[in-house]
């Protein structure tokens, strides 16, 4: 019988340990700036709100998302630390080290959960590409270096100068998710009293589209497409309206070497005046 009593302090002393672990594996707690996606057998089942929370050992399992505002930094191996590469529209090389500050929806966590498993990479590479987008809109330039003497013609007859439009407003833009480009939707409305659009009143405004996309090919090269539409009304009469349409294409093709773009110039456009009488 005193044989037995070393083995059964080790049996009891094993069976001790283990529920101490089963207990503490039964609740787990949320934090006010977290939300947990609970999830039974890698299936979702609910989004623990902030609190104290109970869960069945080795059935249920807990994934944690911040829902404060968060930092996403270039990393600092890219590019031996230079950051992002890219070109603006008059082929200057650019690097660049950026910042980028985010907040998940507390109502999105378990979609995230289910569709985003690599959600930093993501949200670089979305950036990266947004990054690339816009600089590719600079131009370093100025109009007397342009490789043309003066503004072109469609560019000075329709919108007055090498600017666009002229005119004060508001500019709300969209990111499209899909798996296939960088895609931005922007719809903005101008007051409608600039070079191409006359304003007679108040609600004479003036209403522009614009639809981008952006995708990285391949390392050395990058698509750039576009449509955009403007509406509004033309110093002809005040019930004449004016529509114009664009489209534009470009592909920047790097290597080591060369840099070649083949670029279509957002010139084609059509105006179309209606009557309202």
């Known amino acids: 019988m005193e044989s037995n009593t070393p083995l059964k302090l080790i049996v009891a002393g094993i069976v001790g340990v283990c ?26 089942v609910d989004v623990s709100e902030p609190g104290l929370h109970f869960k069945v050992p ?10 404060d505002i968060l930092s996403l930094s270039t990393p600092k191996e890219l590019n031996g630390g230079t950051g992002v590469s890219t070109y603006t529209v008059d ?24 569709n985003v498993q690599d959600l930093q ?13 816009e600089f590719g809109k600079v131009n ?25 439009l002229n005119d004060s407003g508001v500019s709300v833009s969209k990111l499209i998710m899909n798996p296939f480009m960088f895609l931005e939707a922007t719809g903005e409305i101008y007051n409608g009293d600039d070079d191409l659009f006359t304003s007679y009143k108040r609600s004479d405004l003036a209403y522009v589209g614009r639809l981008r996309g952006y995708r990285d090919v391949s390392e050395s090269m990058n698509l750039d497409l576009g449509t955009s539409f403007a509406y509004g009304h033309n110093d002809n009469e005040e019930r004449l309206t004016t529509r114009v349409f664009g489209i ?5 093709i790097l290597s080591t070497v060369t840099l070649v773009i083949l670029a279509v110039p957002p010139l084609v456009r059509r105006s179309m005046r209606l009557s309202f009488r």
Not at 97 to 114: C, G, N, P, S, W
Not at 248 to 252: D, L, P, S
């Open 19 to 44: 529920t101490i672990i089963l207990f503490f594996s039964t609740y787990y707690t949320v934090g006010q700036y977290e939300r947990g996606v609970l999830t039974r057998f890698g299936k979702v």
């Open 58 to 67: 080795f059935v249920n399992s807990v994934h944690m998302y911040r829902t």
């Open 91 to 114: 082929n200057q090389e650019v690097h660049v080290v950026f910042t980028v500050q985010y907040r998940l929806h507390a109502d999105k966590v378990a979609f995230i959960y289910e």
């Open 121 to 133: 990479a993501r949200l670089f590479q979305i950036a990266e590409d947004r990054l690339k987008a």
């Open 140 to 164: 370093t330039m100025h109009s007397h270096t342009m490789p043309w003497d003066d503004t072109p013609l469609p560019m000075h007859n329709l919108l007055g100068g090498d600017e666009g």
């Open 248 to 252: 534009v294409g470009r592909a920047v």
